[in-house]
């Protein structure tokens, strides 16, 4: 139990005053690492040859729907070994990490896919207007298989804000504080994403943006409801709506076939790694993790005179 007069910056720190064990936040980091390379593992095993799916997606290959698929419910047996810890270790309930009863989860949830959607769009429809990007026909018969894939961006991505902007922030908090909290999760997401195909400087700058942005936002939320719905629609987007590549994941079920034009420049179109890795995501991402910073202190400011 917290003392009465301590006041959490957000109540999505609150969650690891739930543990009857917490965890320290080197011990978190090995338990996040663990989760994610055993869990992914395990369920890689099961999954790939029970769907059929192609070992060569694994390698960076091009993905088909069933590969994608695989790739992306894998993050389930991540979050299943996070349960795992938290039941077992910790003594608290996995929805402690940020899934806390609010009365305005839809809101949440609404908030976050329209925010994705919108910025997402604004890099891509600057490249499109300016002829960096070319548009290819619309596929209609694929929008059933886009809308399947989303299942599988749902586990990832969720699973991702779980264990970076739920779990390790919170143990970081309790133990190092709120700014090494934030930072602390934004370089460890960083790095596991510095591993993809076709990563550059700026897609790792943007990626950094990205983890500054969806840890204020979920501080200033007080949950993971809306970074969850953020991170699933802005990766469904890229790769199977717009057809662009996910942090260097060359996805095959699209409905639009969108990419670099002949002559193009990478550093606006992002290359391989996808628009994630272009100078306009840079800027766009810059401002958005400003005003996501700004609510986190309005909020804070405001509960402050309270």
Partial sequence: MTNSLF????PLLGGIYRARRPTGPVVGLVVVLGCLIVGQAIAVLV????????????????????????????????????????????RRSFGSVGFFPASRVGAHLALGAGVAVVLLSVPVGVNILSGQFEVGSVRAAQVGGALVALIGF???ASTEEVVTRGYLMQVTYRKWGLTAAIAFQAVVFTALHGVNANVSVIALVNILLIALLLAFWALAEGGLWGVCAFHVVWNWFQGNVYGIEVSGMD???????????????????GGGFGVEGS??????????????????RHNLNRSSEV
């Avoid at 006041?7 to 957000?10: G, T």
């Fill in 279 to 296: 100078l306009l995501a840079t800027a766009a991402l810059a401002v958005a993790t400003l005003l996501a910073a700004l609510a986190f």
């Fill in 47 to 90: 999954l790939f040859p029970v769907l059929g799916a192609s070992p060569e997606a694994l390698l960076g290959g091009a993905m088909r729907l069933i590969d994608q698929l695989a790739m992306m419910l894998s993050f389930g047996g991540s979050a299943g070994l996070l349960a795992l810890w938290l039941w077992g270790k910790e």
């Fill in 154 to 156: 749902i586990v990832q």
């Fill in 7 to 10: 006041v959490l910056p957000s």
């Fill in 251 to 269: 996805i095959r079920t699209t409905v639009l076939d969108i990419g670099g034009a002949p002559g193009s420049a990478t550093f606006l179109t």
